[in-house]
T-cell receptor
Framework: DAKTTQPPSMDCAEGRAANLPCNHSTISGNEYVYWYRQIHSQGPQYIIH???NNETNEMASLIITEDRKSSTLILPHATLRDTAVYYCIVRVAYTDKLIFGTGTRLQVFP | GAGVSQSPSNKVTEKGKDVELRCDPI?????LYWYRQSLGQGLEFLIY????????KSGLPSDRFSAERTGGSVSTLTIQRTQQEDSAVYLCASSLAVEGRAEAFFGQGTRLTVV
């Protein structure tokens, strides 16, 4: 059963922030939210993960709502190279398997 | 090398033949995953190895598929009596499976074509 729901596609202008939403309304208290992306013809790439607090790294920011039923991945200044399929995944623990859903295809345009 | 290595990068086989796909994970990574991705589709989970625990085989599509991991390192995915619907990119990933360092690193995959 899918644990996350994401829009199938989104567009974003180069240089603008890309905000990718994810619904995980059935998430349990001990489940983490992970984000990966897959650029065409490459293996998926880890972006960020979090439990309940907002997180930021050199690639992106992750905003998790207080009730943890949804989250948003933010790419602050999208570039053409950010065009990819973005996957939101919930995972019980760092020792659990990763199950990918259908993701959001982000197209960054000039 | 520093990353996950998969071989061969491409494999063409005749229907009914057996194939073996190899994955060399990052040294020291205790977790290893296999996925397959058909053209234009998402990643389908196949099997997961974590340390010395019994592997999670819940994603294997049929008994023609099997995988093993020797010495906690190299893994081999075997497909017996290949069918045309087995044609896909097979991806392997590994991770440390340590709190705060659990990101999975993926190889570039093996593209399998069954003719």
């Amino acid at each position: 059963d899918a644990k996350t729901t994401q829009p199938p596609s989104m567009d974003c202008a180069e240089g603008r922030a890309a905000n990718l939403p994810c619904n995980h309304s059935t998430i349990s208290g001990n489940e983490y939210v992970y984000w990966y992306r897959q650029i065409h013809s490459q293996g998926p790439q880890y972006i960020i993960h979090g439990l309940k607090n907002n997180e930021t790294n050199e690639m992106a920011s992750l905003i998790i709502t207080e009730d943890r039923k949804s989250s948003t991945l933010i790419l602050p200044h999208a570039t053409l190279r950010d065009t990819a399929v973005y996957y939101c995944i919930v995972r019980v623990a760092y020792t659990d398997k990763l199950i990918f859903g259908t993701g959001t295809r982000l197209q960054v345009f000039p | 090398g520093a990353g996950v290595s998969q071989s061969p990068s491409n494999k063409v086989t005749e229907k009914g033949k057996d194939v073996e796909l190899r994955c060399d994970p990052i040294s020291g990574h205790t977790a290893l995953y296999w996925y397959r991705q058909s053209l234009g589709q998402g990643l389908e989970f196949l099997i997961y190895f974590q340390g010395n625990s019994a592997p999670d085989k819940s994603g294997l599509p049929s008994d023609r598929f099997s995988a093993e991991r020797t010495g906690g390192s190299v893994s081999t995915l075997t497909i017996q009596r290949t069918q045309q619907e087995d044609s896909a990119v097979y991806l392997c990933a590994s991770s440390l499976a340590v709190e705060g360092r659990a990101e999975a690193f993926f190889g570039q995959g093996t593209r399998l074509t069954v003719v």
